[in-house]
DNA sequence: GTGGTTGCAAACCCTTTGCATAGAC
DNA sequence: GTCTATGCAAAGGGTTTGCAACCAC
């Protein structure tokens, strides 16, 4: 089992072949170098120009528009779950278990703590016909003792 | 005191020429304008577009990057709050005091619901050095029985 | 009069699309 | 061989910016 790109963890080819085909996507040679990228490591919260640039980090070259439609494929089929930050760039979040976000005061960056960080004591009447898909709770924090 | 504005509620001029220069911008004819569709009457989530055409609607012009730029110097104002809605633009809402919101399942649509609706029992550890600037819970729901 | 504000158009950024080529099965 | 995926470049949508004319004070 060969790999050229160098990741923390190794780079399980029948592993990540077996879940893109789960997920009734062709194993093609560019979306396995990205599900590498995504899943081999521990990466949370990629742009698309990030995901990018970590390609080309690796000495290979897969264009902007595939790196972008393989990102949608991959929120399509449940692998990715996609955020709205703070400008307006979409985030791609390599968890998809339940979880929530802090936004940092410095950079607008994203951190992830769990959901179990949160209890509900009282959620409000839904509109009728409806019921809850999932909630999302953001702490937007500020450095301490400032207004 | 007279108002070119067909509105709900009436256009209280020095009100607002007066809240415009609490906030240290100067009341010119734009920024009245626009200051009278989004406070008042009860208008809640609104894009730059939308607000725009508000605005023609009322058979007057302002240019729509007037709009946005009178926007951005209102929520740098404190006058209104930013919203990232599901898309890539940018919505502003003309509550400031806490509120949260669900996502309608049709369309995207925000509704609001009052910050009483949810109660937390429990919050997470935060970053050090850092506290809460504010929580923003957001509720997407699906239609009753659906997967 | 002075300095902030507006309007227009062009620029900008992020993202998607059309179409010919390349690749998976 | 067939059908899908890729790459490129161009288009697209939303938002910002540069600069001359304009307006509030």
Known sequence: MTHGLMCSQPFVYSELVQRLKKSGLRPTRQRVIL??????????HLTAEQLHREVRDNALRISLATVYNT???????GLLREIQGQGQQTYFDTRTEDHFHFVLPQNGGLVDFP??????AKLPALPPGTEIDRVEVTIHLKPLGKA
Do not use: P, S
């Open 35 to 44: 599900a590498n990228i995504l899943f081999g490591r521990g990466a949370r």
């Open 71 to 77: 990102l949608n494929q991959f929120v399509d089929a």
């Open 115 to 120: 959901a179990h960080g949160v209890d509900f």
